[in-house]
């Protein structure tokens, strides 16, 4: 239950511009996690989330990665110009890419230390990502959906 719960607050996290942990609570509560403050605050602990600065002024609860919009941008359109498709089944995830284009691709994703990835290995145009669980893989699959669909728009 614990390793379900702290994956939904990092899917929360990476999506929402959460600024308390009493917004966090309610998330929790909407998904069917019947939690207190008090688990919250130790999970918030345990992930080693912290507060910065959002785009909009406010601080917001982060993984602290350097997933920056900056990033993002950066390494958006190598992804756009390469990436076929991406699928995940169980915890790994399956990028398939034009050839030629894989390793520079995963050189992309490893820059960006994604939250639950444990590593990746690439061949010509096969990118393997080893995430540590089912979530992960859901979660770094719908980011990367997010990403090529910002940049096909």
């Excluded at 507060?51 to 997933?67: A, D, F, P, Q, V």
């Excluded at 284009?101 to 820059?111: K, N, Q, R, Y």
């Excluded at 540590?132 to 910002?150: G, H, P, Q, R, S």
């Amino acid at each position: 239950m614990k390793k379900r719960r702290h994956a939904k607050i990092l899917e929360f996290v990476n999506s929402k511009e959460i600024e308390t942990q009493e917004e966090l609570q309610s998330y929790l509560l909407k998904a069917g996690f019947d939690v207190t403050q008090a688990t919250i605050s130790r999970d918030i602990k345990e992930l080693r989330l912290v507060k910065e600065l959002s785009e909009k002024g406010r601080y917001i609860y982060s993984t602290g990665k350097k997933n920056s919009n900056e990033t993002i941008r950066r390494n958006g359109g190598i992804f756009a110009e390469s990436i076929i498709s991406v699928e995940y089944a169980q915890n790994m995830v399956c990028i398939k890419c034009f050839s030629g284009m894989a390793v520079a691709v995963c050189t992309a994703i490893d820059s960006m230390e994604w939250t639950g990835v444990v590593g990746t290995i690439s061949g010509d145009d096969t990118i393997f990502v080893l995430c540590k669980t089912e979530d992960f893989a859901k979660i770094f699959t719908m980011n990367m959906e997010k990403i090529l669909n910002v940049k096909n728009s």
